[in-house]
């Protein structure tokens, strides 16, 4: 569903003038969260607003409303990527050279599944993190999730 839904949205954010970041789909009973984290393509330090927020959700609630893709009752939130901006595509991993981040893997390897260290490189089939003073290299399809690591936030290896 999730791959669905970022092939619908994507297109819908970009001609706003966006980027879609990530997307997060949460069923539970009775309902779910549709969670969306947009960015301004070259803003620099000048964020998003609630005004971006606020356009991008009316835009994408009329899109989903005349798709309908997901079943049943859902919250929609729109939101900027944060401090810990989720990292997705090739383009954002670039973005985040040289930065703190967290990875999780879809499968272990050598036991772990998590690593947080330095993007040492970024390559066209994934990236090398510097863990502890030793490379890492983990494939695009093998990651999970990824994150980068504020520099003011918790050092949590």
Do not use: N
Not at 18 to 36: D, K, Q
Not at 86 to 112: D, M, Q
Request: glycine share 10%; charged share 30%; proline share 6%.
């Amino acid at each position: 569903m999730r791959e669905a839904l970022l092939r619908l949205l994507e297109p819908e954010v970009a001609a706003l003038g966006y980027e879609l970041v990530e997307l997060e789909f949460h069923p539970h009973r009775g309902g779910g969260l549709l969670r969306l984290y947009i960015d301004r393509p070259g803003s620099g330090e000048e964020g998003v607003t609630v005004e971006d927020c606020e356009a991008v959700s009316r835009r994408v609630s009329a899109v989903l409303d005349a798709a309908d893709p997901i079943a049943g009752e859902y919250t929609l939130e729109v939101s900027s990527p944060g401090f810990d901006r989720p990292l997705r595509t090739k383009a954002h991993f670039e973005r985040a050279a040289g930065s703190r981040i967290r990875v999780e893997s879809l499968v272990p390897r050598a036991g772990r599944r998590r690593w947080t260290g330095r993007l040492a490189a970024v390559r066209e089939v994934g990236v090398e993190l510097e863990v502890d003073g030793q490379p890492v290299e983990l494939g695009f399809g093998e990651i999970k999730s990824a994150r980068v690591v504020p520099e003011f936030g918790p050092r949590r290896e």
